[in-house]
């Protein structure tokens, strides 16, 4: 598939504007007024198509759209994608991030439970604001022994999943899997999320794990919506053992206290699947597809839980349907925008024409 | 501030009939210098080290009869939210074991009680062993005072009352499944050693849990606090009490108590892992956290 190599906002809201120009037109004939368009001169796609560049358009408007990308791209990185994973920061990290999964992604030992890092943030935002009369603040100051306190924490998790299926997502399987390590049950309490720690680690987990497994795989000889197909099967598919208790896992990932972090990493993982398939854009095409992922697989997640039919089959079928239509809309937009081009530039000659019938008219 | 200093040593002054024979070398110290004078702390004063323990027990003797009273009135009832806090920190869970220390009114004791047996009947799987809870108190009269009240809520079994000093506790090895202690840390002469004894007679994976006044976070509140706990605190003391001197220690062992980083870095040093704290009130009380692993 032909991804669009340039795209900003302002180009994007020209392109849906237009592309619903050409619906209209092409059902009824005429554009209402007060959408914007120049109606009754309206190209068809393949004529837009020819003048479809940048340098046609007047430098003004070149300005204005360079500016309104540069602000939604900050505004993007600033409110929506938290930790600087915009196109313009990322791509030293997103190097990193690769030679990472590279050596088999994050691994088990490795792994940082969540809970600590959090604190560590906290930390740093203790340090950086001087007002000190929070109601509540945790912190962890400089750890004695971290290993020891991770393998524990990370040992409890792992020992608290195979509880799930009998408890749940809750405080109980955190008890549970602490007797089979022979400790206290009171070290549940290790993980101060609770069972959203337990969700969270499950996640985490599987998302490292579908990742790598589908890194075995040659990616690069499928084509784009085959490997997508692929990586989000594989990561759905860890699900399923689960499914009895998947709605009260998404429940807990919803709450304000865990959503932040339910979130982030769904980004991280749309974001690496974008990675894997061979997508390298730095514009806003980085946003759009790593959100338009991130919903399908939401959606996809949420068709399963009511999805009784035998292997998922309906599941599969649904996720494949979404991922076709998610694929289609760049070439429905070039389209569109193709068309909105060309009308510009037929209203201009038709402008050009009537000045210069009323100049010869006078002469 | 060096009025307000003035104050504090005067005060430490009137301390000295208090104290009676058992203390020594009694030094007018300002809140912030570590002297070197033997002894250890007994609000701003120094007493010797064998005296301490004694003039605790002493001195909550006299307040046991009306120590829920004044702690209500002093906090404007706050503490039974601290304390809840505590216990929702803790987690009981069915078939516990905890040990609440210096818990001699039984007010953290019935609290985690009730958690458990909450927990019991919520859980559908019965377990073995009930939950328990061990009160150790070093004093004889809170012990008491926490007895009559278990008597008036109609508790007769979970509850075990132990006399008992934090540095030297009357238990085994690898015993309880919680530990907590509060606002009791502060009148131990050594914290080292009640720590290392809470390690002890924790199980692995035992949750340690520590209320206590701490460092209240910045400085228009602090001095806030001070002027509260320097004034009103002793008045309230005299008026109610009829016991000044107790009240006076009272506000100043909370002083001379370390403030929350040290003291973690403490329970760190006694051998506890996962440690943390959480600050209620901007500091005024900090819930420490720790686990023996």
Known sequence: ?363 | MLAALRRRTGRCRQLAPLLGQAAFGLSASAPGDRDPTPGVDFGFARVAEDAKARLIGDLFGRVAPRYDFMNDLMSGGLHRLWKDRLVARLGPFPGMRHLDVAGGTGDVAFRVLDAIRAAEARRARSVAVKGSVVVCDLTPEMLEAGKRRAANRRIDQGLEWVQGDAEALPLEDDSVDGYTVAFGIRNVTHIDRALSEALRVLKPGGHFLCLEFSKVEGRALAQLYDAYSFNVIPMLGRWVAGDEGSYRYLVESIRRFPPQDEFAGMIKGAGFGCVSYENLMAGVVAIHSGFKL
């Open chain 1, 1 to 363: 598939m032909r991804l669009p190599s340039r795209r900003t906002a302002h180009r994007l809201l020209c392109s849906a504007r237009a592309s619903v120009a050409t619906l209209a037109e092409r059902t009824s004939g005429n554009v209402p007024s007060s959408w914007g368009l120049v109606g009754p001169s309206l190209g068809s796609a393949k004529e837009g198509r020819d003048t479809n560049s940048v340098t046609a358009l007047p430098q003004h408007v070149r300005h204005f759209r360079k500016a309104v990308s540069d602000c939604s791209v900050w505004a993007a990185g600033g409110t929506l994608i938290q930790g600087g994973r915009c196109p313009i920061a990322k791509a030293p990290k997103r190097r990193r991030g690769s030679s990472s999964l590279g050596h088999g992604a994050r691994s088990e030992t490795s792994y940082r439970a969540p809970e600590q890092a959090g604190n560590k943030d906290e930390d740093q935002d203790q340090a950086s604001s001087s007002s000190g009369s929070r109601e509540q603040t945790e912190r962890e100051p400089g750890q004695s022994d971290p290993h020891q306190v991770d393998s524990v924490r990370l040992a409890l998790l792992n020992a608290a999943m195979k509880h799930v299926k009998a408890h749940g997502w809750s405080v109980a399987a955190l008890e549970e899997g602490a007797r089979d390590l022979k400790l206290s049950p009171a070290a549940a309490r290790m993980i101060s999320e609770g069972p959203g720690g337990l969700v969270q680690h499950f996640v985490d987990g599987a998302n490292t794990d579908s990742l790598k497994e589908c890194q075995t795989h040659d990616l690069q000889v499928l084509d784009q919506r085959a490997a997508l197909v692929l990586m989000l099967r594989t990561r759905l598919e860890k699900n399923i053992p689960y499914i009895g208790s998947l709605p009260q896992a998404l429940r807990l990932q919803a709450l304000p206290k865990h959503a932040p972090t339910a979130f982030t990493s769904l980004a991280a993982f749309v974001d690496q699947c974008w990675h894997l398939c061979g997508d390298r854009s730095m514009d806003m095409a980085w946003y759009h597809k790593r959100t338009a992922l991130s919903a399908i697989y939401v959606a996809t997640e949420l068709y399963m839980l009511t999805d009784f039919s035998p292997g998922f089959a309906n599941t599969w079928t649904f996720l494949d349907r979404r991922l076709k239509g998610m694929l289609s809309v760049p070439s429905l937009m070039d389209e569109a925008r193709g068309s909105l081009y060309a009308a510009i530039v037929q209203a201009g000659g038709v402008a050009s024409k009537w000045v210069g019938v009323r100049s010869s008219s006078k002469q």
